[in-house]
């Protein structure tokens, strides 16, 4: 079983940076690719970010290209979401998903965290 933590939400103003980071443990971080998505209230989980188990390839939501980057650190068994000139829109809670399989964008990764709150102030 795989556990899934994720940190570094909080409230910003527009323009300004978070780190996101999911801490995982119960399997080893290599063999999972990973994904972060997004729920704003009212409104369906969307995905915002994936990469695969090596690193090397990894995947955006036209809304996150540009200003998010997605990375992981294999032998710290976490995985970061770098988020960028934030905007209002962004406001959402932020979950971090792992599979076994390759990226996805659809919703059926197998582990999912309790997700993280980012609030974006204009």
């Known amino acids: 079983q795989v556990q899934l933590v994720e940190s570094g939400g909080g409230l910003v103003q527009a323009g300004e940076s978070l780190r996101l980071s999911c801490a995982a443990s119960?399997?080893?971080?290599?063999?999972?690719?990973m994904g972060w998505f997004r729920q704003a209230p009212g409104k369906e989980r969307e995905f915002v970010a994936g990469?695969?188990?090596?690193?090397?390839?990894?995947t955006y939501a036209d809304s996150a290209k540009g200003r998010f980057t997605i990375s992981r650190d294999n032998a710290k068994n976490t995985v970061y979401l770098q988020m960028n000139s934030l905007k209002p829109e962004d406001t959402a809670v932020y979950y971090c998903?792992?599979?076994?399989?390759?990226?996805?964008?659809?919703?059926?990764?197998?582990?999912w965290g309790q997700g993280t709150q980012v609030t974006v102030s204009s």
């Open positions: 998903a792992a599979r076994t399989g390759l990226i996805t964008s659809r919703n059926d990764y197998d582990y």
């Open positions: 119960g399997r080893a971080l290599s063999s999972l690719t």
């Open positions: 990469i695969s188990k090596s690193g090397f390839s990894t």
